[in-house]
């Protein structure tokens, strides 16, 4: 963990792409490494690891702190319904470990359509929606990423994110620091004001681990 942490900070420190230094992680062994140790006891380490509303697996896997970079892995276990249409509140890389993610980005036109935007607030205890307006979406572009593939986004462009296939489809995530304080979302569902974050169970998250590890080391 204290390698794979070391290496992150100083490369974004140095002003690294993050693309890059997603990339090495993912590729020399550094990232499986990791997770197989942490495996072996999940609980000692305390990361956050739960099923976000757009039906993956998250879990948290290593962060300096409140609003810093953060290393995290998603994983789809089977099929979902189309995600929500949402942008971040940081810029981020994203490789591709296993499976096909497919990628549709979004303009927005405020104040008018039948599309309701919401403002996202994220707390420990989980995701605070307000109502922000009616909006038209209308999409702009589509990618396949593909097992090996990294790709980064800026916080402002509107995106869906899929599987597709080849489950589990598994991306690991290195996020940036905050650059603002909440997201918008255009949920395919009208959500209610609140949605609870649950915990997964440190034998559920040991399982997660091992098998992202195992598709690392294809």
Same mark, same amino acid.
């Given at each position: 963990?204290? $390698?794979?942490?070391?290496?992150?900070? =100083?490369?974004?420190?140095?002003?690294?792409?993050a693309?890059?230094?997603?990339?090495?992680?993912?590729t #020399?062994g *550094?990232?499986? #490494?990791?997770l197989? =140790?942490?495996?072996?006891?999940?609980e000692?380490?305390?990361m956050?690891?739960?099923?976000?509303?757009?039906?993956?697996y998250?879990?948290?896997?290593? +962060?300096?702190?409140?609003?810093? &970079?953060? %290393?995290?892995i998603?994983?789809w276990?089977?099929?979902? @319904? @189309?995600?929500?249409?949402?942008d971040?509140? &940081?810029?981020?890389?994203s490789?591709?470990?296993?499976?096909? %993610?497919?990628? +549709?980005?979004?303009s927005?036109?405020?104040? *008018?359509?039948? #599309?309701q935007?919401?403002t996202l607030?994220?707390?420990?205890d989980?995701?605070?929606?307000? @109502?922000?307006g009616?909006? $038209?979406?209308?999409e702009?572009?589509?990618?396949?990423?593909?097992?090996? $593939?990294?790709y980064?986004? !800026?916080?402002?462009?509107?995106?869906?994110a899929d599987?597709?296939?080849?489950? @589990?489809?598994?991306?690991?995530?290195?996020q940036?620091? !905050?650059?603002?304080?909440?997201t918008?979302?255009?949920?395919?569902?009208?959500w +209610?004001?609140? %949605?609870?974050?649950r915990?997964? !169970? &440190?034998? *559920?998250?040991a399982?997660?681990?091992?098998t992202?590890?195992?598709r690392?080391?294809?």
């Amino acid at each position: 963990m204290e $390698q794979l942490f070391s290496f992150i900070e =100083s490369g974004i420190s140095r002003g690294g792409e993050a693309e890059e230094i997603l990339s090495e992680v993912c590729t #020399d062994g *550094t990232l499986r #490494d990791c997770l197989i =140790s942490v495996s072996k006891e999940p609980e000692s380490h305390g990361m956050l690891c739960y099923r976000h509303p757009n039906g993956f697996y998250k879990m948290k896997v290593l +962060s300096p702190g409140t609003h810093a &970079w953060a %290393l995290r892995i998603h994983l789809w276990d089977a099929p979902v @319904p @189309p995600s929500d249409v949402h942008d971040h509140r &940081w810029n981020f890389a994203s490789f591709v470990v296993s499976g096909q %993610l497919q990628e +549709s980005q979004f303009s927005i036109v405020r104040g *008018t359509g039948s #599309d309701q935007a919401f403002t996202l607030t994220r707390s420990m205890d989980g995701y605070h929606y307000m @109502p922000d307006g009616m909006c $038209q979406l209308a999409e702009v572009g589509r990618r396949t990423h593909t097992p090996g $593939q990294a790709y980064t986004l !800026d916080h402002r462009v509107l995106h869906r994110a899929d599987p597709v296939s080849g489950y @589990p489809v598994i991306t690991a995530v290195l996020q940036g620091r !905050d650059v603002k304080d909440t997201t918008t979302v255009v949920p395919g569902t009208v959500w +209610s004001s609140d %949605l609870a974050v649950r915990p997964l !169970d &440190w034998e *559920t998250v040991a399982r997660l681990m091992e098998t992202t590890a195992e598709r690392l080391g294809v």
